[in-house]
């Protein structure tokens, strides 16, 4: 605090306002005080020390002022300084976590330089070695088909799971008390992770399901012209980088500093969209940003898949295999394709899901449906099912001339979905 005057306690502003106040109101009690004996002391009025004279007493007293007003004025600068530190130790503490936090997203989306799909395979096949779990021979064989595979760019197929659409349609045919009408795909071939892209693949995935769709309807077989069989994961990302360097969402091809090759990066709607919007082949997004039911549901989603399934196709039997291709449908952290939409008696909707995260011994069990219809229990997602808070989907609807293709192109650069109110 501000120095004190020693014999009244009144505080001043500075160093020499005090000097000014101990001469003016206390000057008389500077007097040299009688000893008795004739001599004369002075008593310093801040120390009690005794001077022989009045001068050097002023001087004494000069000096506590003097140390007064210096003591204040490096006080102020010591807590300036000290201040600066903190803030200095705050931003640095503030910088540290920012840096710790992109390079935890970096690992979560994949975009950290670990290496991609052919890394983690390898990397997961010799752990499984360690483990017991694959014998050598297998390793080596395996790693020689992924060398093929990524040479040729085609997926090797051993997650490939196919004929379960017409297994659903036979179903729905001969049993099910409970549907009312039920829409269905045309044909769809299932795919799940594998070891090399097990935590980070499922939009790569969903695409092979969709395309391996597209490949079976010959109304896109000049947009897929030079595509014979399904791509494997790491052409897939060579295929979007083209999209890219076309030009397509370029603010999305940014966040991954236009590579996707030798990552693990994740993908999702707008992905798919640039890279079918590439082949000339007519998609649309569509957002729905916000639940529109109860308890954070998205009923709004399920009539729109009803519709894109059922246009068209009013007044048909109770089971409908359309020639509509699948769904890919998109939230946060995951991704999965739709393949058709029940509609129960009591009315309700019940959406019918290829999740990449089903191992094939699983989905195999629907191509032998029990009367019972237990294995269904994979598929099924009735609306309490899809909470979370957002959802996108992708749906095809056609070809594009070329000069769609480039105006598509052209919008991408200021890309917005459609969103549902």
Known sequence: ?????????????AGREL??????????????????????????????????????????????LEEHSFSEGTDLE???WLQTE??????????????EEFKKLQRQYGLDNSG???????????????????????YHKRKADMMESLAFGIDDGKTKTSGVIEALCKYYQNENKDVRRVWLSTSVDHFHSSLGDKGWGCGYRNFQMLLSSLLQNSSYDDCLRGIVLTPSIPKIQSMIEDAWKEGFDPHGASHFNNRLQGTKAWIGACEIYSLLTSLRIKCQI??????????GTHPRLFEWILRYYSTDNEGSPKVVCTS???????????????????????????LLLFDPGCPSQEMQKLLKQSSDGT???????????????????????GVLTLEEKAARCHASRVFTSEKIP
């Open 86 to 99: 903190e803030d200095k130790q705050q931003r640095s503490e503030e910088e540290r976590q920012e840096r």
């Open 1 to 13: 605090g501000p120095p004190e005057c020693p014999f009244c306690g009144e505080a001043a502003a």
């Open 375 to 397: 294995s269904l229990k994979l598929l099924r997602k009735l609306v309490g099912s899809l909470k979370e808070k957002q959802y996108q989907i992708v749906a095809v609807d």
């Open 324 to 350: 509509r291709p699948p769904i890919y449908l998109q939230h946060q952290g995951h991704s999965r394709t739709v393949v058709g939409i029940e509609e129960r008696k009591n009315r309700t909707l019940c």
């Open 286 to 295: 569509v957002d729905f940003h916000k639940p529109t039911g109860p308890m």
């Open 78 to 80: 010591l807590a300036q």
């Open 116 to 138: 991609g799909y052919k890394q983690q395979l390898l990397k997961n096949m010799e752990r499984e070695v360690d483990r017991g779990r694959m014998q050598p021979f297998e």
């Open 19 to 64: 000097e000014a106040h101990v001469m003016a109101r206390h000057g008389h009690l500077l007097a040299p005080p009688g000893t008795g004996n004739g001599e004369q002391l002075y008593e310093c009025p801040m120390c009690s020390l005794t001077c022989a004279n009045v001068q050097i007493l002023q001087e004494h007293v000069d000096l506590h």
